[in-house]
Each structure stands twice: as C-alpha cells, then as structure tokens.
C-alpha cells in the first residue's frame, strides 16, 4: 500500500485511491464541484488542483493536477495549499462567479478564497447551472443517457437531444438530486410528474395509492435487474407492512 | 496481383520505372487542394485531351500526370514538365494548346509562364533552381508533387514500400524500434516527444492487442502540411504505419482525419484500397507472415479531436472531449488498451527513415531535433506555400530566401508560428534557429509547422483576440479554465480593441493567462494563452497604446483608427474613391482627393489600394480632440 505526504502529513491508502482519497484520508480538505464518490471521477471543474511530486522527481519540482483523478503512488508528495493552486482556485471560483453569480454554492466558495465579486464580464444571462456534467454522468451510470451536454466551448448547456422531452428519460430524478446547485427544476405529484419537459405517470401503490415510481423507470429497473414490476411498484410503507406480517406468520408457526 | 515477396516488389518496381521512362515526356499538374482552387482540374483536363488529339501521330508519346502539392501555392495551378524540369507558373486551360505545341514539341520555353524571381525580376526555367524549392530538403514530403497519388504502382516508382520491405524481411521489431530511436525523430505533431520513447513505452504495456493510429485532425488556421502529405503521397504514411505496427505488434490501425479534407479522404481510401489488393495490407503483408490493416475515420468538425485523448474518445464513437492523461494512452488509449498516435508528417517519415537509416536522418538538424520539418509558409510572404527544410533553419531564411521575403516590402514585424497555441516571435529573433526547444524558449511553440508571417500593417492586440477568438469557438467547455476562461479572456480583448481598455486590464490577463495554463484539463486550454503571453512579452507596448493612448500604433483597430490623405503625395488616380464601400471619399480625377471622417468606417480598403502611399492612419482620439479645440 503506497504511502505519501499530503501538506507534510503521511498518510497510507490503498493502491487504487486517487490524491483525493489520499487527501481526505489526512484530513485535508480539497474543493471539489463535479466529483461524486458513487461517480467515476471526470476532472472538469478543476477546482481539485494540487502540486504534486513523484519519488523520483527533483525535489523542488512539482506538477499541477487534479486530485480527483490522479492516482497515488508511493512516496509521492502533495501540496493542497501553494500560493499558486490557491490563485489558480480563485480564478476559477471567479470565472464560475461571473457565470453562475446568483448560485449560493459558488458564492459561498468564492467567498473562501476571497472573491466577492467577479473581476470578469457577468453572464447577461445567468442561471445556476455550472456545467459539472454530474446529472449527465448520473444519468449515463443508471444506463440511460436521457440528457447529454450540448454545444461547445462557453455555449456548451445540457439538455435533452434537439431540446425536446427526451424519449429516453425514465423520470428517475437522479439529474435533479445530484446537481450540487439545484438547478434542474421538475414536478412531482401523487399522479403525475415532470422533468426536461416530458410528463410521466405515477405507478401507484397496489395497496396504499401512494405514488411510488414512474412507470418508465420500473420498467427500466425490471428490465435491468430481473425482478418482477411489481416490486418497484409497491411503496416502502407497503413492503414494510408485508414483512411485518410475513414475520408475524412466522411467530405463529413457532 | 498480391505482392508475395520482396523480389516481387523489386521487379514491380522496376517495371514501373521502365514504363515511366518510355515516355518521352510527362506533363505533371499539381492537384493539390490549392491548386486545384486556382482551377487546375481543368488545366489537367485541357492537356489530357490535346495530348489525346496529337497521339494520333507515333511520334508524340506524351502523358499527362495529376500529382499532389507542389507546395507553391502562392503560384497554382503549377505544371511541371519532365524530363526538362521546365515549371510553368499560374497555368490557365487557355494555355495549354500553346505549351503542348510551343515546348513539349517544338522544345521552346514559353517565357511569360516561368517564375519570376522578385528581387532580380529574372525568369527562371527550373523548377530546382527557384529559390523556394533549391532550398528545400524534402523527408516527408519526398514524393509529393511526383507522383499520381492515386497510382500505387507511380508511388512504387519512386521508392514507396521499400522502408517496409527491408522492415519485414531483414529487421525484427526491436530493430526497427532502435533504427527509430538512432533517428531522433521527434512528434511532428507540435509537442516533439520522442517517436521511438513513445513506440517503446506502449510495447512494454502488458496486452497482446494494442493500435497505431495517425492523427490527420490538423486544424490549426494557416496549417496544411498533414493535409498535402495525406492528399498526395498517402502511401508514405500508409508504410509507415505499417512499420510502426510491426514494430508494436499491432494488428489494428487507423487515420483519423478531417472530414473537411475531403480530397484526402478519398485519396487516402484509394491508396488503402490499392494497397490491399497488392497484399500490402492485410494479411501476410509481403509475404511476411505479418498482418495489418488500417481503416479511415473521419472527423466530426471539432478541432479539439486533434488532442490525443479527444481524437481516441471521437474514435470509439464517444463525444470527442479531452480525459486526464495521467495515465498515458501507450498504456491506456483507445478502448482503455495500448495505444500509439503519430502525426502525419511523423508517419510520413518512418518509411524514409528505415530505407535510409537512422543516422543519415540523425545527420540533420539540430543536437536536439534531428530531420526536416515541414511548414505551411502564409500570411504576408512573398511565397507562400509548404516547404519542407533541415531543423534548426533560421526565421530570416524560411521568410527571406525561401518566401522572397514580405509581401509589398512592407517591413517585417513578426511571425506567429505554432497555430493558435503557439507564439509570436519578433524581428529581433528572426536568427533564431527552428526547433522544438528555441521556440518554446522564445514562447512560441513548433505546433503544426503553421507559419503566419506579419507585416507592420499588423496589431498584435488583434492578432492575440484571433486566436483567442478562435479556441472560444473551438473549446469543448468540459473544463472551467478553458470554458470560461478564453470566453473572458475574449470580453477583454473586445474591451481593448474597442478603445474601452482600463487600467489593470494587462493583469487581469496575464493572471487569466497563468491560471489557464496550470489548471486546463488539456493542452488547448494550456497552451491557449500563449498567443497573449509572447505579444505581451514583445509588444507590451502596444496594449498600454490601446488603454493609455486609445491608440493602435498599427492603425488596424477600427475603433480606434482614422483615416486622411496626405496632400502632397495624392495624384488624384481615384483609385481610393471607387474602392471606398461608404462613399466617405470625394474628389475628381487628377485632383486631390479627401476622406470624411464622419461617414468613415475605417476599413482601410482605400489604404490597402492607394498606389502611391498616400493615406496614412493616424488615432482616432487626435479627431476628438480636435472637435474640443
């Protein structure tokens, strides 16, 4: 297990773990917008950057990376406050400030590295969304790939293909959870629900009524896991009254 | 018609010679991209069918050839004439009659097509005496403008297979991978890492599949070196990739290029389909019990995908987007396996290298960077075109001796080399010798081999908000520093051409600047900065112009520049008069003429026809406050 120094503390992490892991682990903390711990790291926010050093490098010589995907090795060492990845940080925050400046997340961390204001153009614009490609990458995992980025450079945006309601979408709300600014907005009720502009329709549960899960994501869990619809139709209330008295038939049988 | 063995291609090859030499003479129209825009299709045509209307006479055994780029673009549609060597210069069809009866019968140089030398105004015959080819040497482009790029048996004429035939059946793989490494060849790419470092860091990858691909993405403007080898010696990058995977032990390999090449696309699939038949790729390529095939991809618009690790996402049918390369694609390339990806020019010269071996492509260039380069030579050059020269050439001969020096002998200001991730280098530097370490040291870059020459009609404010311009449009937008970065960076720029610059705009560009360069995810984010980094470095003085003095020292900026016509010099030819788009000149013929400032536009378009140099430019701030006295 490879052992390094992250701002002067030693610390030992399995083979596999990235300076993040390494860093967390020392208890350094290291900013991050668009990693996820269920997600494989993407490196695009870039607000991870650390100096790092290998083994054999010369000792004065370090490199900027990202820790979120830079794996570890053995006797590696790694700075997370130089005075130059603080002021890489701070212009990012303020580039993010001057697309995102109602986003309480970016202006509280902007705050931290002593930007209250962007020194850039503001977005004429604004909206919250700062490109972490979280929701796409979560919908990507789920296996739907609903949603996608859009456009290139500073028009890049996400949204569904050709901005109509997604013919994939499965209504899961995953997008909309994970997004660290809240800003994919959708509707849920106890019949219907929507999100990117398409509507679902509610499974209810079998027993209770209550609305439990869109028809197209049990379809989608079915589908992928095998087992029958109507276990991802039937409420968590629902499936714990059937335990309890299952386990009450037992008692009997004792 | 498979070639099974070495003595199979030497005879083919013989025999291609024999029936090249038969014929009295050739007739070789370049068909390059360029040329081919100055109408050489139908040059080529013309000839093909006048030469067909004589060959009812035996004794007129001629034959017309469409080759690949000459490289003298600046001069198309080109036609050279063998075995004379005689070239003819802008060709019309209208021509052609004269020169097939007049020289390649009659034996007469028609004069008025020659090139004419600038500085002597000499004509001159010879296609190796001009002074933009006498000063060439030619690795990677070798047979470009030779042969008939869609003839493989041509390409066998002039030495194409000869590389891998001496790969396959006197070399094993370790060495050619040494005879790689004695070469010192360097990417071709831009970056300059070290072929054989590269080639032998992806052999020692565990995995028994691994891929050679070429990167034919080239899209840096003013580029077009990749371009001109793929359109017209296709074969030369086909062999060696060929080596390169005999040398890797990989079965699977293919080109990714430009789909707005299209004339290399199909080029390229000609030749890997001539190839094929002729058992030069495939299975048991020559008989050697070695397999290989290579497919095209072709790109999707996006310049980014000339990254590595976008161009291998793009290839798995992925959006085309950079990754972290902490993991190097030798290791972990395309489909997650080990990877090698060479540029063109690289490939192209891989063949020549083991023909001719490592250490006569060693014995040129410089201690660090051996071989020839290859540039695109454009912007404000007498000459512009592709040429090909030994590293470690300097800027003053490239622009002076082998470009005829600048356009209209303005003076020369400066040279951006490298594409939009490269520099610009000032006149003081023009010793400077050309190679991956002087440029970067004098922070510019080798990039693509694109060389954008500047006259002093040039602001390098300007200059930098192009570039920048350009990679805003061409960011992928994954990451925040490049993304948002180049996007402001733009605003500023907008800010200061438009005289709107304030005090502390050159920090907050140069802190931009910094912040880009260590936290872009690749290197077009990296690398972005460096147009605006070299011209602060070597005309900082013309920013503080644009802030301080809300002037633009080269009067390009419209925002900031006005136009007048100086009384003594103006003779009244009118010609400023028509060309003006607004009307804002008046004046009759013979008379001095005069510029309203108040419907100007400042365009320049009177400036750019004046024969007499009689329009100056001078701030716009002078107008204002003159309007206050």
């Known amino acids: 297990?490879?052992?390094?120094?992250?701002?002067?503390?030693?610390?030992?992490?399995?083979?596999d773990a990235t300076i993040l892991d390494a860093a967390r682990a020392a208890g350094v903390a290291v900013p991050t917008l668009c990693n996820f711990d269920g997600l494989e790291p993407w490196g695009g926010c870039r607000l991870c950057v650390v100096d790092m050093s290998q083994a054999n490098w010369d000792d004065d010589w370090f490199k900027v990376v990202t820790a979120c995907n830079h794996p570890v090795e053995d006797g590696m060492t790694v700075v997370t406050d130089s005075e130059r990845i603080i002021e890489t940080r701070r212009v990012i925050l303020d580039l993010l400030l001057a697309r995102c400046p109602d986003a309480p997340l970016v202006q509280e961390l902007a705050r931290e590295y002593g930007v209250e204001e962007t020194s850039y153009t503001p977005n004429p614009e604004p909206d919250d969304c700062i490109l972490c490609g979280l929701c796409t990458r979560v919908c990507d995992h789920i296996g739907v790939s609903a949603i996608s980025s859009a456009n290139r450079g500073w028009g890049r945006e996400i949204a569904p293909p050709f901005h109509q309601p997604p013919p994939d979408c499965i209504g899961c709300l995953a997008c909309a959870e994970i997004c660290p600014t809240d800003c994919i907005t959708y509707e849920t009720s106890n019949t219907r629900r929507e999100i990117w502009g398409k509507e679902f329709e509610?499974?209810?549960?079998?027993?209770t009524g209550e609305a439990v899960i869109t028809k197209e994501q049990a379809d989608h869990f079915a589908e992928r896991s095998g087992v029958p619809i109507t276990y991802f139709e039937t409420s968590d209330a629902s499936k714990r009254r059937q335990m309890a008295s299952t386990f009450q038939k037992l008692q009997v049988v004792k | 018609m498979r070639i099974e063995s070495r003595d199979r291609l030497e005879t083919l090859r013989a025999q291609a010679r024999e029936s090249n030499a038969s014929r009295a003479q050739q007739v070789l129209v370049c068909c390059g991209?360029?040329?081919?825009?100055?109408?050489?299709?139908?040059?080529?045509?013309?000839?093909?069918?006048?030469?067909?209307?004589?060959?009812?006479?035996?004794?007129?055994?001629?034959?017309?050839?469409?080759t690949g780029c000459h490289g003298f673009c600046e001069r198309g549609p080109l036609v050279e004439l063998q075995p004379s060597g005689i070239l003819y210069t802008k060709v019309k069809p209208n021509r052609v009659e004269e020169i097939v009866e007049k020289t390649l019968i009659g034996g007469e140089v028609i004069k008025n097509l020659l090139y004419k030398e600038p500085v002597s105004g000499e004509r001159i015959a010879q296609y190796d005496e001009i002074p933009f080819y006498k000063n060439q040497v030619r690795v990677a482009m070798r047979n470009i403008g030779r042969i008939d790029p869609t003839n493989i048996l041509d390409a066998i004429a002039e030495g194409a297979y000869s590389g891998l035939a001496k790969a396959l059946h006197e070399m094993t793989p370790d060495e050619v991978l040494d005879e790689v490494e004695i070469s010192g060849q360097r990417g071709r790419g831009g970056a300059g890492f070290a072929t054989a470092r590269k080639w032998r860091s992806c052999k020692s990858a565990p995995g028994d599949r691994r891929f050679v691909l070429c990167n034919g993405d080239e899209g840096d403007p003013g580029a077009f070196k990749d371009r001109s080898i793929m359109e017209g010696d296709p074969h030369s990058v086909i062999e060696g990739m060929i080596i390169g995977a005999y040398a890797l032990g990989a079965h699977e390999g293919w080109i990714y290029v430009r789909d707005e090449y299209p004339l290399a696309v199909v080029n390229l699939g000609i030749a890997i389909a001539e190839a094929r038949k002729y058992g030069l790729l495939g299975e048991n390529i020559m008989g050697s019990g070695f397999d290989f095939d290579i497919k095209i991809s072709r790109g999707g618009g996006a310049f980014v995908c000339g990254e590595s690790s976008a161009l291998m996402r793009s290839l798995e049918g992925k959006t085309g987007e950079p990754r972290a390369k902490y993991v190097h694609s030798t290791e972990k390339g395309l489909f997650d396996l080990p990877t090698v990806l060479n540029n063109v020019e690289t490939w192209a010269g891989i063949g020549a290298i083991i023909d001719r071996g490592g250490e006569w492509f060693a014995s040129m260039g410089t201690e660090r960077s051996k071989g020839t380069k290859a540039f695109s030579l454009v912007g404000k050059v007498k000459n512009t075109g592709l040429i090909e020269l030994p590293m470690g050439t300097t800027l003053r001969h490239i622009i002076y001796d082998i470009g005829g020096g600048i356009l209209n002998d303005r003076p020369f200001k400066a040279v951006q080399t490298g594409g939009p991730s490269g520099g610009c280098v000032p006149e003081e530097l023009l010793d400077l010798p050309v190679d991956y370490e002087e440029l970067t040291e004098a922070g510019s870059m080798?990039?693509?081999?694109?060389?954008?020459?500047?006259?002093?009609?040039?602001?390098?404010?300007?200059?930098?908000?192009?570039?920048?311009?350009?990679?805003?449009?061409?960011?992928?937008?994954?990451?925040t520093p490049c993304r948002e970065g180049l996007h402001q960076m733009v605003q500023i720029y907008d800010r200061l051409i438009a005289g709107d610059g304030v005090e502390g705009d050159i920090e907050l560009i140069e802190r931009l600047a910094a912040a880009m360069k260590l936290g872009s995810l690749c290197e077009?984010?990296?690398?972005?900065?460096?147009?605006?980094?070299s011209t602060l470095r070597y005309f900082r003085a013309e920013y503080e112009a644009h802030i301080v003095d809300k002037a633009c020292p080269a009067g390009i900026c419209r925002e900031l520049t006005a136009y007048e016509i100086i009384e003594d010099e103006c003779d009244g030819c009118h010609a400023c008069f028509k060309a003006c788009p607004v009307d804002a000149i008046t004046g009759v013929v013979k008379e001095l003429h005069v510029i309203h400032h108040d419907a100007c536009i400042s365009c320049g378009a009177c400036f750019d026809v004046c024969p007499?140099?009689?329009?100056?430019?001078?701030?716009?701030?002078?107008?204002k406050k003159a309007e206050v006295v």
């Open chain 2, 33 to 66: 991209t360029g040329c081919l825009a100055w109408g050489s299709k139908k040059v080529a045509e013309a000839f093909a069918s006048e030469i067909a209307k004589r060959s009812i006479d035996a004794t007129v055994n001629l034959f017309v050839k469409t």
């Open chain 2, 612 to 623: 007499t140099n009689a329009i100056r430019t001078f701030p716009k701030v002078e107008l």
């Open chain 2, 446 to 479: 080798m990039g693509s081999g694109g060389m954008i020459v500047m006259d002093d009609r040039t602001c390098m404010v300007d200059v930098a908000r192009f570039f920048l311009a350009f990679l805003e449009e061409e960011s992928c937008g994954k990451c």
């Open chain 1, 202 to 207: 509610m499974l209810r549960d079998p027993k």
């Open chain 2, 524 to 533: 077009l984010g990296k690398s972005a900065p460096n147009p605006v980094l």
């Open chain 1, 1 to 15: 297990m490879p052992t390094l120094k992250v701002n002067g503390r030693r610390v030992t992490v399995d083979g």
